[in-house]
């Protein structure tokens, strides 16, 4: 008996020694993996917090004021046009703008209110219009717009693709939609140039249109749905284009249209003889001419001055409360008594 269980024991250890030994699946160990590398564990002490509120506060606050401050010295006119420059007997709006025989040539008279020192930016504002729309985003081939040889690349160029069997060259509702009332403007009896150049982004006229590329089969349906382009220019020299082709990402937005350079003293008068071609009657849209001056913080925005001083005002009041309750009421750091199994004891 005493035999057989030592074979037994005896063979059964020879086969524990020659099976595979399990991997393990224990990771190494190091401090990163076992969170053990040095840390900064800040504790949050009263001191501290408001400190720290305080100091958001008078950062904040005088970025606030400094914003608002230069965004009140921008000096903006808006002129809406869109109905203005519709005849008081038109009763069909939409008619009259796709009736290409009929004359959309528009006056308008603007006044100066305050001194506006060059360089005016133009801006054209549209209102309601939803170029952020997913179909609309995606209607455009950037390999055509780029690249000469593929200029007959229309992939996602739905529904203006072809004409006549033709690739349309830029193809896509976002071309096709391109912006295209027109504006001159007169200062006492003096026109003002409009300087069009370098109004669109330099990565967008050196990376995303070629130079080799050129409008071709172009507006060239029955239906006109914006700006005609010149078949001589490239398509990286077609600014206006490109401007419009950055799509915006909110239904109400502007986009340059030029600069002018000369000083514009109060209370001059300017006036704007205007082609009101581009359709924004069929889906209620609103158009407007914007003429604007600019600060070191760019054009005229409120909401940036108003987001810091809300910020910093109220870091300034969460500072006061907390001043104010721990000179009231203030508290040991790390008290047990205030734990709840110590709270409630007498009840144990």
């Known amino acids: 008996m005493n035999s057989g269980d030592a074979a037994g024991s005896s063979s059964g250890g020879s086969g524990d020694a020659g099976a595979p030994r399990r991997a393990s699946r224990k990771p190494k160990y190091s401090k990163f993996t076992q969170q053990e590398l040095p840390a900064c564990k800040p504790i949050l002490t009263p001191k501290w917090v408001i400190s720290v509120f305080l100091l958001v506060g008078v950062i904040f606050v005088p970025i606030g004021v400094a914003s608002l401050l230069a965004s009140n010295k921008v000096v903006e006119i808006v002129d809406r046009y869109d109905d203005a420059c519709v005849p008081s007997n038109v009763t069909n709006k939409l008619a ?95 026109n003002l140039s409009i300087d069009k150049t370098d109004i669109s982004w330099k990565s967008d006229r050196d990376h995303k249109f070629g130079s080799d590329v050129f409008p071709k089969n172009f507006q060239k349906g029955p239906l006109i749905g914006g700006k005609t382009l010149n078949e001589s220019i490239p398509l990286s020299e077609q600014e206006d284009l490109i401007v419009w082709m950055r799509t915006a990402a909110l239904p109400t937005f502007r986009k340059l249209y030029g600069r002018i350079y000369v000083d514009l003293k109060e209370n001059d008068t300017i006036t704007v003889t205007l082609d009101n071609n581009y359709n924004t009657y069929s889906f209620d849209g609103k158009k407007s001419l914007v003429l604007s001056t600019s600060t070191w913080l760019g054009g005229k925005n409120d909401f940036l001055g108003l987001a810091y001083l809300t910020v910093g005002g109220l870091c300034f009041f969460l500072a006061f409360a907390f001043t104010l309750l721990y000179l009231i009421k203030p508290r040991k750091l790390g008290d047990n008594n205030y734990l709840s199994w110590n709270r409630n004891s007498a009840g144990h």
């Open 96 to 190: 009259y703008i796709q009736n290409s025989t009929i004359s959309k040539t528009c006056r308008r008279t603007l006044k100066v209110p305050k001194d506006m020192k060059q360089p005016i930016f133009v801006y054209y504002q549209l209102n309601n219009f939803y170029q952020n729309h997913r179909r609309y985003v995606k209607s455009r081939n950037d390999q055509q717009l780029r690249d000469a040889s593929k200029a007959n690349e229309t992939t996602l160029c739905d529904p203006e693709k072809t004409r006549d069997g033709m690739a349309i060259v830029p193809c896509g509702l976002i071309a096709w939609s391109t912006f295209n009332d027109t504006y001159t403007f007169q200062h006492n009896t003096n």
